[in-house]
């Protein structure tokens, strides 16, 4: 069966989270409610895989899922088809490219790329509103750049992630944080990127929470160090919504979708 790896983009207010729920609207279940439409296989009830799972409230620029399709598509035709059915939910597939039978979207990345958005000012946000974190007063960005430095490395990260969450081990790899700082009218927008090779549940909110309380000036920016030695839940600041949070790219060996720039599935693919 010919296996597709896609590229996908969505608004995650409406959807109770990427994994597919009972009597929960999930973007997963609404990408397979389209392919339903095309193909038997999910029809009859096939599952895609995804390389990250997002929580309720989170969106994505750059989500990567792959399918195995009985019907072997052009790319282009596939993904547009899949558009077609995907309306009026605010989840499009940006690009589909037909992939080796080893390619798989979760065991084959190498890196997750993740962006939050936070805003500062005092007049509420109208245009962006559900797509970034507002907070009220300007924060120091050198200040949570110092705090972020602690975090980069090998680290158990205890103190950073869910009290349900299900992964074996806290002990993660932080490749970057970085911050950059961007002046809009009447406020400033500061944008976290945020990159490992997988992360625990919750963990970047809990980072980027922690550090907006140290561009407000409430913490230190050596307590960040502090609060990732405790080791303890109890010791990380708060978590912040879920609404400025982007899964913005995943990284493998080889792009699945290099060479194919225009998503007709005329370019190279795979190894």
Not at 202 to 211: A, C, D, F, K, Y
């Amino acid at each position: 069966m010919p296996r597709f790896a896609l590229k996908i983009e969505y608004d995650g207010a409406p959807f109770a989270g990427w994994q597919a729920q009972a009597r929960q609207v999930t973007v997963q279940g609404a990408i397979e409610a389209a392919l339903a439409k095309l193909d038997p296989g999910f029809a009859a009830g096939a599952r895609i895989a995804a390389a990250g799972r997002t929580d309720a409230g989170v969106h994505a620029t750059g989500q990567v899922a792959h399918a195995e399709l009985m019907r072997d598509w052009d790319p282009f035709r596939l993904s547009e088809a899949l558009n077609w059915h995907l309306k009026p939910a605010p989840v499009v597939v940006l690009h589909a490219a037909k992939v080796d039978d080893d390619f798989h979207a979760r065991f084959s990345a190498l890196e997750r790329r993740y962006t939050f958005r936070l805003v500062s000012r005092r007049a509420p946000m109208t245009h962006q509103r559900g797509n970034v974190w507002q907070v009220l007063l300007p924060l120091d960005i050198d200040a949570m750049r110092e705090g972020a430095a602690h975090l980069i490395g090998l680290h158990d990260f205890t103190t950073f992630r869910s009290s349900i969450c299900q992964a074996k081990s806290p002990v993660k790899t932080m490749d970057e944080i970085s911050i950059e700082e961007l002046p809009m009218p009447y406020g400033t927008e500061y944008r976290f990127f945020l990159r490992a090779r997988s992360f625990l549940h919750n963990q970047v909110r809990s980072i980027v929470g922690t550090l907006e309380r140290v561009g407000a000036g409430s913490w230190h920016p050596d307590r960040v160090a502090q609060a990732l030695a405790d080791c303890s839940r109890a010791a990380c600041g708060p978590v912040c919504p879920p609404q400025g949070l982007y899964l913005s790219g995943v990284g493998y060996p080889f792009d699945p979708f290099e060479g194919d720039l225009t998503g007709r599935g005329e370019g190279p693919i795979g190894k």
